[in-house]
């Protein structure tokens, strides 16, 4: 009976493995994860110099309070979408910080998030903002989830970013427009105080008995792909089962040193062993 309960449990469960990094050691790493027997959490939060006088707390802050609450939703409430769970993390966090700071100022902290939860035989898993997530699949190519929309604003402004001093005065008006896209029709959407952009989150479902795996990065991880083309999707995949994630990071930041690119936060999450939910 006890071996029974033991496979039982086991058969719920996933094996899960992590590693971030921070881009500078005198710098609090602004992503955030987290992982319980059925689920993980990605957050990489987001903000600009000057956030300080909007927010006391900060972007670190930021992200660790919504992955925190986060996964306590996700522990507690079975039968609510992911977009629902998130939506009430975001409005949770709010007001935490609502009396103290500027939460709806356009600077104030923001995150994208990552979550995968295995549910009925299903993993289900969400997509706010530029962090990534691949379904490592038994018999086809990975599935990538991402949300380009960021991307594809960003590189708008980025010709007028790089005429420009860095630091300067007008470099961080660019990036205060940049930011006003935010949350806005015909923009890109994160978490940050406004619950509603849950709604606009990239979710789907896939069976566990198709998966091998599956694996969140931050957008300072998914470099190793998108921005340096070390490796393709398969063979990221074929790393982290040799090597684990940490051998990710730190080929991303040997090319970020060779290519003298500035290091960004960077975190992993691998979910694996899915079993049956």
């Not at 009430?88 to 009396?99: K, L, M, P, T």
């Not at 990538?144 to 980025?158: A, G």
């Not at 991880?221 to 083309?229: G, K, M, T």
């Not at 990071?249 to 690119?261: G, P």
């Amino acid at each position: 009976m006890v071996d029974d309960l033991i496979e039982g449990r086991r058969r719920q469960d996933m094996r899960v493995t992590m590693t971030s990094a921070a881009k500078r050691t005198d710098r609090a790493n602004e992503d955030f994860t987290c992982a319980g027997p059925t689920t993980a959490v990605l957050i990489d939060g987001a903000g600009i110099p000057g956030a300080e006088s909007i927010c006391r707390h900060g972007v670190a802050w930021y992200a660790n309070r919504l992955g925190g609450s986060l996964l306590s939703l996700l522990s507690l409430v079975q039968d609510r979408s992911l977009s629902a769970l998130l939506a009430e993390a975001i409005e949770q966090v709010s007001n935490d910080h609502r009396d103290t700071c500027d939460v709806a100022n356009p600077i104030s902290p923001s995150a994208t998030v990552a979550i995968v939860r295995l549910s009925g035989g299903l993993l289900e898993y969400l997509v706010l903002g530029d962090s990534v997530l691949v379904l490592d699949r038994a018999d086809d190519a990975p599935l990538v989830v991402s949300d380009p929309r960021e991307v594809i604003i960003s590189r708008s402004y980025q010709p007028a970013l790089e005429a420009v001093t860095a630091g300067s005065d007008e470099y961080h008006r660019l990036l205060r427009d940049l930011r006003a896209n935010r949350n806005q029709p015909g923009g890109f959407w994160l978490a940050k105080d406004d619950p509603r952009a849950a709604d606009e989150a990239i979710t789907g479902s896939c069976p566990i008995s198709e998966l091998n795996g599956a694996v969140l990065l931050s957008n300072g991880a998914s470099r190793i792909v998108d921005r340096f083309q070390l490796a393709d999707w398969p063979e990221v995949m074929a790393i982290l089962a040799s090597s684990g994630p940490a051998e990710i990071i730190r080929r991303v930041r040997q090319a970020e040193a060779r290519h003298a690119v500035a290091a960004d936060d960077a975190t992993i999450t691998h979910c694996t062993d899915l079993g049956e939910a």
